[in-house]
Structure formats: structure tokens, C-alpha cells
């Protein structure tokens, strides 16, 4: 079964830049997860989507950061202008269902690594 | 407000030595617990896990136990491997969502 797939797997540019992740979640996970790591930090939720409806973007920076998943499957992020503290490892992981109606592992991806200089 | 507190690292460990990651929580409710492992190059992986106090959660000789009455959630392995190398995470699930709220991970370093 194939994983969460994730590109680019790195990213260098420069601050005031824009730059977008994509992320192709497992086939038939209904919910999909956006999460920063700050170096020597553990991951944080940007925002949640069950299918293509967001549950929770509260930690999402929404003043330049924004994130959809049109057709409930693919999910893009978009980071407009970046930031020098936008630096950072961006995950992306899914699972079966979500909204806690029963325990569901996520699975994450292997992450996109942003450096803004 | 819910959180993790993991121990810094990096822990340093010979082959065979016993191995314990220190790990508490704050928490409303009664969340899940868990720990993820981050090998070099690889994304998250799930290690093990417990949803109430007293479960035991087990996994490749890891193994970790929700105490509820000290909010502690410990890693321990008898004999670790270099293969263990890793980055581990300890987490809890907010209680009837599921809303991840990691640590900052320890690193683990296994010498032959």
C-alpha cells in the first residue's frame, strides 16, 4: 500500500516569496492533516480537512498561509509571502476517519523542508 | 490546556544497554497517548499507543504504560539496538477529537 506522498521534499527561498506543498494522502483516507516542526520541536496542526470540508484551521496563520483540498483527495498549502520563522519541516498526514468516532492511526509523509533566507 | 513534556536529549546508549524516554502530560479529560518515531530521512511513524489509564502499550520490544495517577507515559526497552536510532515523540490525543499535541522529541543514538 502506498503512503502519504509529499513534494517537493525541499524548498529554498527567500523571504517575502511564495511557495506551495502538495501532498497526495493514502487512497480512501477521508481526513487529511497540514502540520509544522520547528527544528528541535515536536509537530504542531496547521489545519485539518475531513474530505474536502475544514474541521479545524484555528493554528493556521491565515494572515499568509492558506491550504485546500478541492476534490477531497490531493491538498496543496500555500505559504504567500514566507516568513524567515516560516522555517521549517511541513507534514502531511491522513487517516481512514477522523472526527474521533473511533481511534485511526495517521499516517504521516516524509514532509517538505522549507528554508526562507 | 493540554501539553507534553518529554526529556531533552540526545540519550546515548551502548547496544544491549536498557533504555527509558521520560515522558508527561497535562491534559483535560481523558486523552490517548502515544509515541511516534522519527527515523533519519523517513516521516512519523506510529510506535505505540494506550487510550486509558493502565493500558500497556507494546511494540518491537518498546513498551510504555498510561499512568494516570502520575500523567506519565514512560518509553522503556531492555535492549536496545543501533537500529533504534531514531527521534522519538510522545503525544497525546485531546480527549474526543482527534487533535494531536506532540513533544519535542528525544533523540535516541545506539553505539555498537
Known amino acids: 500500500e502506498a503512503g502519504v506522498a509529499q513534494s517537493p521534499r525541499y524548498k529554498i527561498i527567500e523571504k517575502r516569496q511564495s511557495v506551495a506543498f502538495w501532498c497526495n494522502p493514502i487512497s480512501g483516507h477521508a481526513t487529511l492533516y497540514w502540520y509544522q516542526q520547528i527544528l528541535g520541536q515536536g509537530p504542531k496542526l496547521l489545519i485539518q480537512?475531513?474530505?474536502?470540508?475544514?474541521?479545524?484551521d484555528s493554528q493556521l496563520p491565515k494572515d499568509r498561509f492558506s491550504a485546500e483540498r478541492l476534490k477531497g483527495v490531493d491538498s496543496t498549502l500555500k505559504i504567500q509571502p514566507a516568513k524567515l520563522e516560516d522555517s521549517a519541516v511541513y507534514l502531511c498526514?491522513?487517516?481512514?476517519?477522523?472526527?474521533?468516532?473511533?481511534?485511526?492511526?495517521?499516517?504521516f509523509g516524509p514532509g517538505t523542508r522549507l528554508t526562507v533566507l | 490546556g493540554n501539553s507534553v513534556t518529554q526529556m531533552e536529549g540526545p540519550v546515548t546508549l551502548s547496544e544491549e544497554a536498557f533504555l527509558t524516554i521520560n515522558c508527561t502530560y497535562t491534559?483535560?479529560?481523558?486523552?490517548?497517548l502515544f509515541w511516534y518515531v522519527q527515523y533519519p530521512g523517513e516521516g512519523l511513524q506510529l510506535l505505540l499507543k494506550a487510550t486509558k489509564a493502565d493500558d500497556k502499550g507494546s511494540n518491537k520490544g518498546f513498551e510504555a504504560t498510561y499512568r494516570k495517577e502520575t500523567t506519565s507515559f514512560h518509553l522503556e526497552k531492555g535492549s536496545v539496538q543501533v537500529s533504534d536510532s531514531a527521534v522519538y515523540f510522545c503525544?497525546?490525543?485531546?480527549?474526543?477529537?482527534?487533535?494531536?499535541?506532540f513533544g519535542t522529541g528525544t533523540r535516541l543514538q545506539v553505539f555498537p
Open positions: 480537512f475531513q474530505n474536502n470540508g475544514v474541521v479545524d
Open positions: 498526514a491522513s487517516s481512514l476517519v477522523g472526527l474521533a468516532l473511533s481511534y485511526n492511526e495517521q499516517f
Open positions: 503525544a497525546l490525543m485531546i480527549y474526543n477529537t482527534d487533535k494531536l499535541i
Open positions: 491534559a483535560t479529560g481523558y486523552p490517548s
